[in-house]
């Protein structure tokens, strides 16, 4: 359920609402509101990152299914070794593993080094999947394009005569456009990128009274909890 609704609310409403404000703004800020939400300090860096990466995946396959997958998949995994560690379920030694894996011996050269080369890792396989994905795109949008553009020829193919030169040329210039050719990262960040405006007074006050009441309570609970 966390998946399936907070997707719809944080990238389907809130991330799609800021699209006029640009592609990283929209991200950013939908990014951070989805921090705040959990209301505690233990969640929320973890969730701003993971919100930026799952809105950044939603964007470049214009898609959130994807998105929920990879939410579903990360409850899932933080619910499961839970259980795991106490039950003594398969996997559930993992943690303790992963521990020692980052501390070793305890030492904080041991700790850098292990924490550099996950970190590392983790970087290297995010930068791998998102090239992917980004390629997985641009192609599916070109073949959506030149289809386009078949269907255009094949209209003047059979029938000439009828042909609507000007209206047609005028379609084949908006795709043109739309897809932007010369530049394949626009064709996957378009529909987030060209419509660019300010916030209407509303908006801003629901913004800003949004990342005021989920800072407090997140603060709140934070000294609550040293207290």
Do not use: C
């Amino acid at each position: 359920m966390p998946a399936f609704g907070e997707e719809i609310a944080h990238r389907g409403l809130v991330m799609k609402g800021l699209s006029s404000l640009g592609l990283m703004k929209a991200l950013i800020i939908s990014s951070i509101l989805f921090g705040l939400m959990h209301l505690n300090v233990n969640q929320f860096f973890f969730a701003t990152i993971l919100g930026f990466l799952i809105g950044l995946t939603a964007v470049i396959s214009k898609n959130i299914i994807p998105a929920m997958i990879i939410h579903f998949t990360n409850n899932f995994l933080s619910v499961y070794f839970s259980f795991a560690v106490v039950n003594g379920w398969f996997g559930g030694n993992f943690p303790t593993l992963f521990e020692n894996f980052l501390f070793g011996n305890g030492s904080i050269l041991t700790f850098f080094i292990s924490s550099v080369i996950l970190l590392g890792v983790i970087i290297f396989g995010l930068v791998l999947l998102f090239v992917f994905l980004l390629k997985e795109t641009r192609i599916k949008n070109v073949k959506k394009m030149l289809t386009e553009i078949a269907d255009i020829n094949k209209e003047y193919s059979s029938s000439p005569q009828n042909f609507n030169s000007n209206a047609n040329f005028m379609n084949l210039n908006k795709l043109m456009s739309e897809y932007k050719i010369k530049n394949l990262n626009s064709m996957v960040f378009t529909e987030l990128e060209n419509r660019q405006q300010k916030l209407s007074a509303g908006e801003l006050i629901v913004i800003v009274a949004s990342f005021l009441v989920g800072g407090l309570i997140t603060i709140s609970t934070f000294i609550w909890g040293i207290l």
